[in-house]
């Protein structure tokens, strides 16, 4: 199939319905138009039909994004995150979809899980005894316009879909407290937190392995976004250094931080995407322990203020923090995102730890609490069939009304059909997820 038609595909009303049905509906969010999801689902087919029509005319015009700020601890500037309108947000995973479809032979979209194995099964070859880490400055700020769309039109020629591709990176994130301005067109950069971010980012990138691999042979590249880290020689390492920071500047306008883009020998092990890599072994950066200490005490915290609204959502909130869990067949929480570590202290720790907080925040500790240790085992050799894990899947409509009433105190429940049940349940769920999420970010 050609891009064209991929691109009318992903904008057919059956194909917006989907998205909208499978993936937005319980965690859409709130853009500068201060439309909430209800209101928007009320309307959701005047707003696909407005979506389509101004599509395919090249006509779509965004609203300004509603800028978020996420800490990256003292003395570091806050992550900027772009959040659209309901509306948009449905407008861009529609062409998220078409991206995909149009670059699936161009460009890859691993999974952490998937290049944190690849990793370590490098390093189990003992080949490599060095590295090349590079951090780039500034990346999503720094894309440059003109060679992004140049790279997108190598596979996309309609001029509707590059339009869209245009208004979607150059219209501004802005504070609600800035109140109506004149609204600035961004000539660089692609707004952070946007479904297509970080398919951008891999289409801005995907030759980039090729080229310094067409320079440097017996070398094991690996890229998450902008996260990059070579296995090579170490006797080679600071020249592979030198060639990845002159390639990033001359053919792709990016600068690599001079400090934290660094060379050097495995013995000393490599931080990278939360763990820390060393030539026979995996384990977790000890600054993704403390931010998950810190969290789960925060929680008891809450709980011991009443701060939090009923002691089954504590211990709901809890387990959720200890294990995880999975929801439409994806996987959420930390245990997950660190199921390849090598080493188990820490879980046993963190199990200690929660044990200390119940007695020192007196809490009552509850009858069949998750642990860290028993939930690493679950995961690693029994995750398809567990009883043990938070599995949303396997939960009945009486399970998730047992849950939306005992641990949410939610009671209409008189006359609600299953499927009103069941979006309820998803939507505090997946409320739920981004707490889950926010334990492991400015994992690199």
């Not at 944190?116 to 880490?133: C, P, Q």
Request: charged fraction near 30%; proline fraction near 3%.
């Amino acid at each position: 199939m050609k891009a064209y038609q991929h691109f009318y595909q992903a904008f057919s009303k059956e194909s917006l319905n989907r998205i909208y049905n499978e993936k937005l509906q319980y965690h859409l969010p709130v853009g500068l138009d201060n439309i909430i999801p209800d209101v928007f689902r009320d309307h959701i087919d005047n707003n696909i039909d407005t979506i389509i029509r101004k599509v395919l005319k090249g006509s779509y015009h965004f609203t300004r994004y509603r800028e978020v700020l996420i800490s990256k601890g003292k003395g570091k500037p806050p992550r900027v995150i772009s959040v659209p309108t309901s509306r948009d947000s449905l407008a861009l995973a529609a062409y998220l979809a078409f991206l995909q479809n149009t670059f699936d032979k161009d460009i890859k979209e691993p999974l952490l899980h998937t290049i944190i194995g690849d990793i370590t099964n490098a390093l189990r070859e003992s080949r490599y005894n060095g590295f090349v880490k590079a951090d780039i400055r500034h990346f999503y700020a720094s894309i440059d316009h003109r060679l992004l769309l140049s790279k997108v039109k190598r596979r996309i020629r309609k001029k509707e879909a590059i339009q869209f591709l245009k208004s979607a990176i150059s219209t501004e994130t802005r504070s609600r407290v800035h109140g109506e301005a004149n609204h600035s067109i961004q000539s660089t950069g692609v707004p952070e937190g946007l479904s297509i971010s970080n398919i951008l980012a891999d289409i801005y990138l995907a030759d980039l392995e090729s080229r310094i691999c067409s320079i440097h042979s017996n070398i094991r590249f690996f890229r998450f976004v902008d996260d990059i880290i070579i296995l090579c020689d170490a006797d080679e390492a600071e020249g592979i250094k030198d060639t990845l920071i002159e390639v990033l500047k001359r053919e792709y306008q990016l600068e690599a931080h001079p400090e934290k883009t660094v060379a050097g020998n495995l013995v000393a092990g490599v931080p990278y995407l939360g763990y820390v890599f060393y030539k026979n072994r995996i384990c977790i950066r000890s600054e993704a322990i403390q931010k998950l200490e810190y969290s789960i005490e925060e929680l008891f915290r809450k709980q011991y203020h009443n701060k939090i609204a009923s002691y089954g959502l504590f211990v709901w909130k809890l387990n959720l923090r200890i294990v995880g869990c999975i929801l439409e067949d994806k996987k959420y929480g930390w245990l997950f995102y660190y199921s390849q570590m090598d080493d188990l202290t820490p879980l046993y720790h963190l199990d200690w730890l929660i044990k200390k907080f119940f007695a020192r925040y007196n809490i009552k500790k509850p009858d069949g609490l998750k642990t860290f240790v028993r939930g690493y085992h679950e995961i690693t050799k029994n995750v398809s069939h567990s009883t043990y894990l938070i599995n949303a899947n396997f939960f009945s409509s009486e399970e998730k009304r047992k849950v939306l009433e005992d641990v949410y105190l939610r009671r209409e429940f008189e006359n609600i059909p299953d499927e009103t049940i069941d979006v309820w349940f998803k939507q505090m769920l997946f409320r739920e997820i981004k707490y889950l999420e926010h334990d492991i970010q400015s994992f690199s």
